[in-house]
């Protein structure tokens, strides 16, 4: 009889995460891989997934093309609103026999709650508000960088390369965040300008770990951009509640690389809670994967 794998997968704009378990929930194995953002690229996102997989079970005696078992992936991606990347992504051949595929947002809300309902707020490359009740989803934000996901990581690395730019041509004092960043390019200011005129979110959300390291040497440009990305955590708090018509107040959890960071900066912090950093989205997506095999 064949054995059932449970695959989670966690993919975003610049890396994705793969959690592996038997039918007993026992750890099988887990990985990191590259960005699987599908409104980007499909390939990569199938590259990064498997590549991830393969890694995940190499300390395993389980080989994915084995006909010894039943794989079934749940898959929480970036990008899934754009239903042609959607239906592209779906019908590329795959080795799973059955597969869930969802939001990046729902599986971390599924995390987060640990499989049950609940709301988010998720500071990734993006941004996004989400909840789960009673088999009814509701979202804010999270519709793309740059028109939308003000406070991400995307964002936050857009804006500090903008301020980089207004102290290069005088107009602001200069700061550890903007000459850090100018550094990063090998101070050549065409260089910056071909890069930054070329670059995607993933790219830009690889210049967010530049504002973190800047914020905590209370440098101004980062203070400010964090504040104003805690604001936009408490305008998706009242966009979350407006969604599912309530005057009352909801539990949220804020969640995301940078969450810790921007948390200390949130003025509703009764009703906005940091998520336990040990609850992970790949996590709901294996509780996803589990509650449609069931």
């Not at 592996?20 to 929930?25: M, Q």
């Not at 953002?37 to 395993?60: C, F, G, M, P």
């Not at 709301?119 to 989803?137: A, P």
């Not at 309530?246 to 539990?251: C, G, S």
Request: charged share 20%.
């Amino acid at each position: 009889m064949k054995q059932d794998i449970f695959i989670g997968v966690d993919g975003g704009g610049t890396k994705t995460k793969v959690l592996i378990e038997d039918r007993s929930g026992n750890l099988i194995g887990e990985a990191i891989g590259g960005a699987a953002n599908i409104r980007l690229s499909v390939t990569q996102a199938w590259d990064s997934i498997n590549n991830a997989i393969n890694l995940a079970l190499q300390n395993s005696e389980i080989d994915i093309n084995s006909s010894d078992y039943n794989f079934h992936i749940g898959l929480g991606l970036a990008g899934v609103s754009i239903k042609k990347a959607v239906d592209e992504f779906l019908q590329t051949p795959h080795n799973f026999d059955k597969i869930v595929l969802e939001s990046d947002a729902h599986i971390a809300c599924l995390g987060a709650h640990e499989g049950k309902d609940g709301s988010i707020i998720s500071i990734g490359t993006g941004v996004i508000g989400y909840r789960i009740n009673k088999g009814h989803n509701y979202r804010v934000s999270g519709w793309g960088f740059p028109h939308a996901d003000t406070g991400g990581g995307a964002w936050l690395g857009m804006e500090a390369i903008r301020y980089t730019f207004s102290w290069l041509d005088g107009c602001i004092d200069e700061s550890k965040m903007v000459s850090s960043i100018y550094e990063h390019f090998n101070s050549d200011l065409m260089g910056l300008v071909a890069w930054a005129n070329s670059s995607n979110s993933t790219q830009f959300g690889t210049i967010a770990p530049f504002v973190i390291k800047a914020l905590q040497k209370n440098d101004k440009y980062a203070i400010e951009l964090i504040k104003r990305a805690a604001k936009e955590v408490e305008l998706l708090y009242i966009g979350l509640k407006n969604k599912i018509h309530t005057d009352q107040n909801i539990e949220c959890h804020l969640l995301g690389g940078i969450s810790p960071f921007l948390y200390p900066y949130v003025k509703n912090q009764k009703h906005i809670v940091l998520c336990n950093p040990k609850i992970t989205a790949v996590k709901g997506a294996v509780y996803m994967i589990r509650d449609y095999c069931n």
